[in-house]
Every structure is written in structure tokens, then in C-alpha cells.
């Protein structure tokens, strides 16, 4: 499947040529639109259990849409809900990325989206929760962000913090810790980022260059200034 990332920046959009036959998973809602040779269908990606779970445990939709070129080729156009970045990420099958719970926009024929559940510790502070999503087999996959996606490629043994606000999307192999970002409490909540991701390499985390929380915390003071 050739693909293009149109308008990349704050308001990136994906246009997909698909052959005959061929097909793609979406999040629901993501078509802005296709040719007539294609046919949308609700599904509900891993069956009834997988669509709960990624409804009620990652917060995304119950559903999810398939898009098939049906009556030959054709294209579709594909958006994220926000402002920010789209990046197409090339899987080998070799191993699978983790996404936090709203990163996921599309994937071509041959990836499987699930949900993954986190330890206790991560899932109370991670800003995670308790499940993200598991994303594994080859093809290609698009995923969203607020702001700009920037990787960040980790040698063996090198480590990184990052504050868990600004993830995106991380190697499964990779494992991390939560800790604070400071080296009290109090300095630790006083810059601001109290606890943050000690990420561990070999391997590529995704991060986004803002943060949503701290947007709604600008939105809500401006509000409460007036």
C-alpha cells in the first residue's frame, strides 16, 4: 500500500492508495474520505472482549473501521481528532511498539492492536493507567500526537527520563521505571514534573512535544483569570 503524509505539522492528514482487495484498520471515525470504490465497515478489533477492553481500560473507541478497496483501487484520507503530528512507523514483525492509550490512528493489513496490561506501580503513575495498547506484526503503523512525534534511539544500556505527559509510543522490549523527578518530593512537585519515565535501552521511544495536560491546565487558568 503507498501512502503520503499531507500538511505535516498541527493539521497532518494520511492519504492511502489501496490496490484491489486491499485494506486497512482505522480508528473510528478517522476516515475524512475515500474514493467510491471503497467500502467502510465497523468492527470491533479482538472481538467483544478486546473492544471492551480498549473502551473502559485505554479509553479508545469500542470500534474501529475497517476500509476495503472492494470494487478496485482507490484512496482514503485518514485524520487524527487533535491538533498535532502523524508519523507512519514501518513494523517488521521482528517485534511490536506499546502506545499510550490515544496514539493510535491507523494500521495496514498484518498489524494486531490489543491491549497490554501494566503493573500496579505504572498503572497508578504512569498516566497510563492500568492497560495501553499492543501493537505487533508487519506492516505499517500510523500513529497521532499532540504536537510534533520526535524518536528518541537508545543504545544498550543508555537511559533516558522523560515525563510520562509527552509519551507516545516505545519498543515493547524496553521496560521502564517511574520515579520522581527531583530528589525530594517537594522539589519534585515544585518543578513541576513530579514523577517521571526512567527509560532503559536498546530501542526507540516516540514522544510528543507537548504535553495535553499541561494545555488544560493553560486553558483553565485562562479561564479562571477572567
Known sequence: M?????????FPIVKCDLSPGESLQAESDAMVSMSTTMDIKGTVSGGLLGGLARKFLTG?????????????????LLAPPTPGDVAAIPLDGSHGLRLQKTSFLAATEGIEVQTKMQNLMKGFFSKEGFFVINVT?????????????????????????IDNGHLVAWDESMDYSIEKASNGWVSSITSGECLVCRFKGPGTIHIQTRNPSGFFNWIRGAISAK
Do not use: C, M, W
Open 60 to 76: 479508545e473507541s469500542f470500534f474501529t473501521q475497517r476500509i476495503t478497496a472492494a470494487r478496485g483501487e482507490g484512496s482514503v
Open 2 to 10: 503507498n501512502y503520503d503524509i499531507l500538511h505535516p505539522g498541527a
Open 137 to 161: 506484526g508487519k506492516g505499517v503503523l500510523f500513529v497521532s500526537s499532540y504536537g510534533a512525534i520526535h524518536p528518541i534511539v537508545l543504545e544498550a544500556g543508555q537511559e533516558v527520563i
